[in-house]
């Protein structure tokens, strides 16, 4: 087991009041805080190895470039890659979803097509899926979710047919918590000879990823969800899909020879990589999956699930508490009453409590709901039970004010 107030020392910013009340900070889904080895790794890197990279034969860049692809490598194992040329660095799920709905989709959807994503989605893995067909005359297929707001697995093989060329779903959902039976919903999709991307955003940070026991083809993470920096993000793409795939941006680096008559394409991973990375930010990912590692992942998932179950079950101590599907991740979304999530969000604000409102970029999941957005909960490796309760008695103090 991890010892969450050992493990806050290294994240300075919790250490501070708000409004007079020590902070909580709950809104972990949205980004996680960062500790110290990795905005030390910032600064060092800027401070002693700053070169670009892969350019130079000078020695600042070719230490700059050992490390950038020692983050490679880090992130390789972290997600269990069979190859370091199948991780990709962009600027977060968000790139990374768009890269493959650019580059998969130029090659390979045409019109008539179909692409299979579900109603839990985040809008960084709805609209990108949306302007491609758009662009191509491809259909969008979307998978309902069961009455308890779970994937609904039999609508789901009733939207796969010979005209589906890819599915797209989230491991876990980042409004609701649900962690989706991602291995079966690939192994289905393959029965079909399907790929599949996973998002990754909210899975990342809280349970082991492991792209080869769940055969995921494509996978999109951000570092900035899992302890490291903003601006840096990961997708992995099987070898063989990644090679067949037309590339994402054009320029530098992802070049092989250059004629004005005839351009020749680099190798993996470059070709995806057009333009100066964000070197420094992925050598400081790569420290927050030492972080993480020194901790262990096991470790992680087995606190915040005991927090999230014990806090769910704390809620539920509340009169008109809605907790709105089964958060077995680490985000409860809920409802008290008639208050707006937006009160509620404000109110806590005051009490020194950070939690997320509103729809939580997911407005197709709140309108099938049909509620006006909610409260979110959601938590990290360094949230204790101290805190759950606080946000627990704030809950009870905003309910009791609106009578
Ligand atoms: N997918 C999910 C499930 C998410 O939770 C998020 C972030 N809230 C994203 C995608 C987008 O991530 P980013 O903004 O880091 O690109």
């Known amino acids: 087991m991890l010892n969450a107030n050992d493990i806050r020392k290294q994240f300075p910013i919790l250490d501070q009041t708000i409004y007079g ?63 370091s040329h199948e991780i990709i660095f962009t600027r977060g799920t968000t790139e990374s979803i768009n890269l493959v709905a650019t580059s998969f989709g130029n090659t390979f959807i045409n019109q008539g097509d179909e692409i299979v994503i579900s109603t839990m989605e985040h809008h960084s893995n709805i609209v990108p899926w949306q302007m491609l067909c758009q662009r191509t005359g491809a259909k969008l297929r979307v998978v309902p979710l069961t009455h308890d707001l779970r994937f609904d697995f039999d609508a789901y093989k009733n939207r796969l047919n010979e005209k589906t060329r890819l599915v797209s779903v989230t491991h876990v959902s980042n409004v609701l918590g649900t962690i989706n039976p991602i291995k079966e919903i690939i192994e289905t999709a393959h029965s079909h000879g ?14 082991k990823t492991d792209v ?52 020749t394409f680099n190798e993996l991973p470059y070709k995806f990589e057009a333009g100066t990375p964000n070197y420094i930010g992925a050598i400081a990912l790569g420290t927050a999956i030492d972080f993480i590692q020194a901790i262990g992942m096991e470790n992680i998932a087995a606190h915040e699930s005991a927090l999230t179950r014990y806090t769910v079950e704390r809620l539920k ?6 907790i709105f599907g089964t958060p077995d991740g680490a985000a409860i979304s809920f409802l008290v009453g008639d ?57 009870k103090r905003v309910a009791k004010m609106f009578g």
């Not at 795939?245 to 320029?251: A, D, K, L, N």
């Not at 101590?317 to 809605?322: F, G, Q, V």
Request: hydrophobic share 40%; net charge negative; charged share 20%.
């Open 21 to 83: 009340k020590p902070l909580i900070y709950l809104d972990n889904a949205a980004t996680t805080q960062k500790p110290l080895c990795v905005t030390d790794c910032i600064a060092t890197s800027y401070n002693e190895i700053n070169s670009n990279v892969h350019r130079g034969i000078h020695h600042l860049s070719q230490i700059a470039t050992e490390q950038f692809e020692a983050a490679r490598g880090k992130v390789a194992t972290f997600i269990n890659a069979q190859r």
């Open 194 to 207: 399907i790929p599949v991307l996973v998002d990754a955003a909210q899975s990342s940070p809280h349970i």
């Open 212 to 263: 080869q026991a769940m055969d995921a083809d494509f996978l999109a993470f951000s570092g900035h969800k899992m302890y490291g920096p903003t601006g840096i993000g990961v997708l992995y793409g099987k070898e063989k899909w990644l090679n067949a795939m037309q590339p994402y941006q054009f320029g530098g680096e992802m070049i092989q020879t250059v004629h004005f008559e005839k351009t």
């Open 317 to 322: 101590e509340i009169d008109n508490m809605r």
């Open 339 to 395: 208050i707006h999530p937006a009160d509620m969000g404000t109110l806590l604000d005051r009490l020194g409590i950070a939690i997320r409102t509103g729809h939580h970029c997911a407005q197709p999941l709140i309108d099938y709901i049909g509620i006006p957005g909610t409260v979110r909960a959601s938590f990290a490796m360094y949230n204790t039970k101290e805190e759950a309760d606080v946000l627990i008695d704030g809950i």
